[in-house]
């Protein structure tokens, strides 16, 4: 299931009509359209082993996604830049590194999904170098996500914008907006995991604008 | 002979202090707040005194049930029901029985249920910190329970049955034969437990037993030296079922025990002159077998044994009548061994301290005192504290103090070597961080390393900077109305408390924790009580009331919040918006405001008294639903509710009967509050028995 509607951004507004004085000839900036993907398996599994507490059911394939597209890429093509994002259970992986064949990147901004206008000349993408440091760290607090050990829930943190790269070189940004199955409230101890919910706004043009 | 002999003990009671403003209840003599006996009113600092009748008239059995109804003070859940004072977490306040630390806490929560209230003769509730006085945990405040002495020869047996099938017996007797005095105790209490979830395997409280025995032999040699030898023993067993999130269920047994010894020496060398020698020593330890029932694999097999000793002597001087120099100082040696603690760990403390207090006039009292923690294993501290009282009038006093109070980090931030197998994270005690992380590289389960192990291991104490201020009106002595107003203002400045903190990242993904001192947190607030007492028909009737604002917040939030860093995800949209100060809720469990009315009634002629307690708390924090970790939404906090306590008694001649409904609108809350039973009736039979002095034996 896929929802897809427009953002008209009041900076976007403002942007437009300020150019608009300046010079009548500027033609009119199409706003990136935001899409809300929702329940992109990650992964899944089908239960836990009860001795070690081992997921049961997992095939250790990352769910691969195509931001241009707006789908999943078969695992087949795993070694192309078809695709811009990965995800197996809290890891997210980008098209870009030494371990990787695109030319993708990521870095995580704080801060809300709208604010993230332009991507900074500044700002460098940090890649995928190997399994055990990625571009978005597959930690606790220290990437898109919080855990909660007393609960075992899964929460991605608010205000966490991914910045990425894609893996031919265009920019995008994505917000994780649930790790669980239909994307509960409230998810609770006998909520699936390892469903992602995101939105992401994806500028097909090649330019840094996000809006 | 004999006669002789009930004569002299006669003469060897305690002497009664004197009770200037002839309200009894209300001007008690108590030894917490200065470690000399000092009347209530005339402290500088914020005492409450809960008195034995006021803990039979209120039909209380634990001593949870008294503390819960008092002002400022709550009752919270985590790991057992602890004590919230000021808007500190249970791990700050030190629990004392006359004058010794109680030890044994889980998770920083001692549990209160564990103290019967049978033997107490006075709960002394002193608020703000007296590390000055008593070192590490005395942060928020001090109880200290003050049991029975052996008085005159008499006797009292309880029984007592109610909902839940619990039930509790007590017993003591008190025997005085010249200047020896031999007081035992004993207290059964059973229940049958309960249930607030009938859909789920198991009981919210699993049923248990416990017993309680305790004594003391006081005895003197000669006018000037008097020694007394008080000891405990206490055990608890519990029976466990329960089912995971897996549905598979696990039972098993739970056991609890502690004992004291204290033998106490005092030497009064001259009238003004007192030594005083003690030494400590107490032990805890827990047992848990869990298993599942259908395989009877292990689930949970661990224990906890935890020792303390300590040894002390403090000189009190009194220097023409206006000075009075209290110094001290000892020795503690703890030690700790655990299923998580690798070996037994050892740790001491030395300490001196010393109050000087001076009377300059009626009217004007000062305190300062300090004292030195010199510890093995972190900083040593210092704990000053300055505190004074002025009468404005007969009727007003102000008082103000402001105090140091520090907690040294427990065992667990120092020793735990803990790994998770099912979630795959670890987290190790500072003094175990280096080893333990070693020990992971080695076996190549580490990522990466982000901060360094090695500077874990200076872990610093917890410390707060607190100022009380304060005044109380007493209309008794001008007016003839037995009215008393009080209020304390209240705001601690608590710094360096220790937190968990990443290390090192697993190649697993998941973190390895230690512990460091990171945040820095305020609470601050006021505190109202009143009460007055009213003649009403042949009886009195007592009434009072309390009320606490609370204000508890991370200043690092608030930071955070005003730089614009922090957010939430709106729960129906999922959509992401930064967070105003104003929806920051401050810490977990702490309610913004608290309220108490009590009605006491009592008709002495008829042996009739009766009590009605309304107990009010408004909502509080419980956990982050919406991601950033802070209590910042509606949806996050405990609703705030009522509870109502009722109870009638009669007393005919050595015999009373006494009836009581707890909780008597049946409130509940099962996800929040497993520790709120509905409601709970019960009934009981007392019966007192005193050694009547004959005319012939006078």
């Known amino acids: 299931m896929k929802i897809t509607y427009h953002i008209l951004l009041l900076t976007a507004t403002l942007a437009t009509t300020f150019a608009c004085k300046k010079e009548e000839a500027t033609p009119v900036v199409v706003p990136v359209q935001a899409q809300t993907v929702t329940n992109i398996a990650a992964d899944t599994t089908t239960g836990v082993n009860p001795t070690t507490g081992q997921p049961l059911g997992t095939t250790g394939k990352y769910a691969l996604y195509s931001l241009r597209e707006n789908k999943v890429i078969a695992n087949t093509d795993s070694a192309s830049n078809k695709w811009d994002i990965g995800f197996r259970g809290t890891t997210i992986i980008v098209n870009g590194g030494p371990i990787r064949s695109g030319q993708g990147g990521a870095y995580v901004h704080t801060g809300t999904f709208e604010e993230v206008t332009t991507v900074p000349a500044s700002a460098t993408f940090a890649q995928d170098q190997s399994t055990s440091a990625l571009a978005i760290p597959a930690v606790s607090g220290g990437g898109w996500y919080n855990y909660n050990s007393s609960t075992n829930i899964v929460t991605p943190i608010p205000g966490r914008v991914l910045v990425i790269k894609t893996g031919d070189g265009k920019y995008a940004k994505v917000e994780i907006l649930s790790y669980y199955k239909n994307a509960p409230a409230t998810p609770t101890a006998t909520s699936r995991s390892r469903f992602y919910t995101f939105r992401y706004a994806y500028q097909p043009d090649g330019s840094m604008k996000l809006n | ?125 002193v608020k703000g910190p007296s590390s000055s006085l008593y070192g590490s945990e ?214 001196g301290f010393s109050q000087f207090e001076w009377v300059p006039s009626q009217r004007f009292t000062i305190i300062a005192g300090g004292r030195f923690d010199a510890h093995s294993q972190y900083a040593a501290q210092l704990s000053p504290k300055l505190s004074a009282r002025y009468e404005v009038s007969q009727t007003v006093a102000l008082r103000g ?176 918006e930064r967070v105003q100060l104003a929806d920051y809720g401050g810490l977990l469990n ?8 009590k009605f006491f009634y009592e008709l002495p002629k008829r042996g009739i008294s009766a009590s009605l307690r309304g107990v009010y708390r408004s909502r509080y924090g419980f956990a982050d639903t919406n991601g950033n970790l802070i209590l910042d939404e509606a949806g996050e906090y405990v609703p705030g509710y009522v509870t109502w306590h009722v109870t009638a008694s009669k007393t005919i001649k050595a015999f009373t009967v006494q009836a009581g409904i707890d909780n008597l609108t049946g409130y509940t809350d099962p996800q929040h509050i497993p520790s709120l039973a509905g409601r709970l009736w019960y009934a009981s039979l007392r019966w007192d028995w005193v050694r009547k002095l004959t005319n012939k034996q006078v």
């Open chain 2, 1 to 125: 002979m004999l006669a002789v002999l009930f004569l002299l003990s006669v003469h060897q009671l305690p002497a009664q202090l004197p009770d200037s403003s002839g309200a009894k209840q209300l001007d008690a003599v108590v030894v917490t707040a200065t470690r000399t006996e000092r009347r209530v009113g005339a402290l500088p600092m914020p005492v409450t005194v809960i008195g034995q009748p006021q803990i039979r008239q209120s039909g209380s059995l634990r001593l949870n049930d008294i503390l819960r109804e008092q002002t400022g003070l709550a009752i919270v859940n985590d790991h057992g029901q602890g004590l919230q004072v000021q808007g500190f977490g249970p791990d700050y306040t030190l629990i004392l029985v006359d004058g010794e630390p109680l030890v044994g806490r889980t998770a920083g929560t001692l549990e209160l249920s564990r103290l019967t209230v049978g033997n107490i003769k006075q709960i002394e509730v």
């Open chain 2, 138 to 351: 005395a942060l928020a405040g001090v109880v200290n329970i003050i049991t029975e002495n052996p008085g005159r020869t008499n006797s009292s047996l309880s029984a007592r049955y109610g909902a839940n099938r619990t039930s509790d017996l007590t017993g003591d007797v008190s025997l005085r034969a010249g200047k020896t005095g031999l007081y035992l105790f004993g207290n059964r209490y059973q229940s049958g437990g309960y249930n607030l979830n009938p859909e789920t395997t198991g009981n919210t409280v699993s049923p248990f037993l416990n017993h309680t025995l305790s004594g003391r032999l006081t005895t003197a040699f000669g006018a000037r030296l008097k020694l007394s030898v008080s000891g405990r023993f206490f055990t608890e067993q519990q029976d466990n079922l329960f089912s995971l999130t897996d549905r598979r269920v696990v039972s098993g047994e739970g056991t609890v025990r502690d004992y004291t010894i204290n033998p106490v020496l005092t030497h009064q060398v001259s009238d003004k002159w007192k030594l005083t020698y003690r030494y400590y020593r107490t032990g805890y330890q827990t047992t848990t077998g869990l298993a599942y029932q259908d395989t009877r694999e292990a689930y949970d097999d661990s224990y906890f044994r935890q020792t303390f000793d300590r040894a002390e002597i403090v000189t009190e001087r009194t220097i023409r009548n206006r000075h009075f120099l209290t110094v001290g100082a000892g020795f503690i040696g703890e030690s700790v061994e655990a299923t998580r603690y690798p070996g037994r760990q050892r740790f001491t403390t030395r300490y």
């Open chain 2, 401 to 576: 103090s402001a105090g140091v109070g520090f907690k040294a980090p427990d065992f667990r931030q120092l020793y735990l070597n803990f790994d998770n197998a099912v979630a795959g994270y670890s987290v190790f005690g500072t003094q175990e961080v280096s080893a333990g992380i070693a020990r992971l590289q080695q076996q190549g389960q580490i990522a990466e390393i982000l901060l360094d192990p090695s500077r874990f291991g200076d872990i610093k104490a917890e410390s707060s900077v607190a100022v009380n201020l304060g005044a109380v009106a007493d209309f008794q002595k001008k007016f003839d109305r037995p009215l008393r107003l009080s209020i304390n203002l209240f705001r601690n400045d608590i710094r360096d408390l220790i937190e968990t903190q990443v290390v090192a990242r697993k190649t697993n993904g998941q973190n390895v924790f230690s512990y460091t001192n990171l945040s820095r947190v305020f609470t601050q607030g006021i505190e109202l009580d009143g009460s007055y007492r009213a003649v009403l028909g042949a009886g009195q009737l007592t009434i009072s009331s309390g009320y606490q604002f609370l204000e508890a917040k991370d200043k690092a939030v608030i930071d955070n919040i005003r730089r614009g860093q922090v957010f939430r995800r709106n729960p129906t949209t999922l959509l992401t």
């Open chain 2, 590 to 597: 702490r309610s913004r405001h608290m309220a108490n009315l």
